[in-house]
């Protein structure tokens, strides 16, 4: 199956600052990508997607690249507040469509 | 929009017992997850309802765990009986239709096996 890896598992930023994480999957058949922010006692919630047949994506201050040679997909946070500071997943849609996920990178932003 | 509902927020029993998680989809929302977190890992599928019926049970321990979605609305998730590496929060999520589209989550179900 699918298995999905991200890197760093912990990054702490300066308020101000961009964040970017990187996740590389396995599957070259995934052709879906969310990314996932999850705040302490909460549900993950969907932030930002991208899907095979593009190669970025942006909202905001979030904007996700995707490169399919290499099999590895980034989120990238600019101008970073404290309210960023949450565990984001990435996650890969196997061909049965089930999402396989990451096991998620602490961000920390300082103020 | 009403979210994901689920219910219970925490729950702890002891090794063996049983336990019973309920959870209310988003309205209108045709596929319905179950999902497992293990402290320090990210969400894995346990099983996957479309409508009322299973697309996807492959990740599910049924000799102890299993769920029912009746009449394609709310599902239930049921272990018996539990074991110690049980201990996890259980999450919820719907999507309106099966795969590649958005699925919200609820707020989870934290369970502590003792």
């Known amino acids: 199956g699918e298995n999905v890896e991200q890197h760093p598992s912990t990054l702490s930023v300066q308020e101000g600052d961009s964040a970017v994480i990187k996740c590389t999957y396995s599957?070259?058949?995934?052709?879906?990508f969310p990314w996932y922010k999850q705040e302490l006692g909460k549900g993950p919630q969907l932030i930002i997607d991208?899907?095979?047949?593009?190669g970025e994506k942006k909202d905001q201050r979030i904007a996700v690249t995707l490169n399919k040679t290499a099999k590895h997909f980034s989120l990238h946070i600019t101008e970073t507040q404290p309210e960023d500071s949450a565990v984001y997943f990435c996650?890969?849609?196997?061909?049965?469509?089930?999402?396989?996920f990451g096991k998620g990178n602490q961000v920390v932003v300082i103020p | 929009e009403a979210g994901v509902a689920q219910s219970p927020r925490y729950k702890i029993i002891e090794k063996r017992q049983s336990v019973a998680f309920w959870c209310n989809p988003i309205?209108?929302?045709?596929?319905l997850y179950w999902y497992q977190q293990i402290l320090g890992q990210g969400p894995k599928l346990l099983i996957q309802?479309?409508?009322?019926?299973?697309?996807?049970d492959s990740q599910l321990p049924k000799d102890r765990f299993s769920a029912e979605r009746l009449k394609g609305v709310d599902s239930t998730l049921k272990i018996q009986p539990a074991k110690l590496e049980d201990s996890a929060v259980y999450l919820c999520?719907?999507?309106?239709?099966?795969?590649?589209?958005?699925?919200?989550f609820g707020q989870g179900t934290r369970l502590t096996v003792v």
């Open positions: 309802f479309q409508n009322n019926g299973v697309v996807d």
């Open positions: 599957d070259s058949a995934s052709n879906y």
């Open positions: 996650a890969a849609s196997e061909g049965n469509n089930r999402l396989a």
């Open positions: 991208i899907r095979s047949n593009v």
């Open positions: 999520a719907s999507s309106q239709r099966q795969g590649q589209t958005e699925a919200f």
């Open positions: 309205s209108g929302h045709a596929t």
